[in-house]
């Protein structure tokens, strides 16, 4: 279309129609797909749908995150802390013996309802109480 043609009426009309033309024939084509809109199935999907949890504060997902570490058989026998760094958001401290521990208590903390975000702090005895020069730069578990 070139620049400065006015489109007459007879051409809005038939633009105007095709486009509701075609919203129609969509919307029956995605009912068939998706299916009708009835009472039971309205229900259905609000109860499918998770209840929101009230957000923790800070300090009750550190104590929630603490509980789930000494609450875990390999994990209860170490000096593990946690401690609140936002709401949903704890760091952990404290010393393990291997690395495969050190990622056992980011999962037991991440999988504590109401904590979104773990720093693991922890260190590895025999790997983090080395000389530093020794030391490699990752420390990634």
Do not use: Y
Not at 13 to 31: C, D, K, N, Q, Y
Not at 65 to 89: I, M, R
Request: proline share 5%; hydrophobic share 50%.
């Amino acid at each position: 279309m070139k620049q400065g043609k006015r489109l007459g009426r007879f051409e809005i009309v038939g633009w105007a129609g095709l486009g509701v033309l075609t919203g129609l024939v969509a919307g029956f084509a995605l009912s068939e797909w998706v299916g009708g809109v009835s009472r039971p199935r309205v229900k259905h999907m609000v109860r499918r749908r998770p209840a929101a949890r009230p957000a923790l504060t800070p300090a009750a997902c550190a104590r929630a995150a603490a509980a789930a570490l000494a609450a875990d058989p390999a994990l209860g026998e170490f000096a593990l802390k946690a401690t609140a760094l936002a709401a949903g958001a704890v760091e952990l401290h404290g010393w393990v013996s291997s690395r495969a521990l050190r990622a056992r208590a980011g999962s037991a903390a991440i999988r504590v309802p109401g904590v979104e975000r773990v720093v693991n702090s922890i260190l590895v005895r025999g790997e983090d109480d080395l000389d530093p020069r020794n030391r490699a730069a990752d420390q990634s578990a």
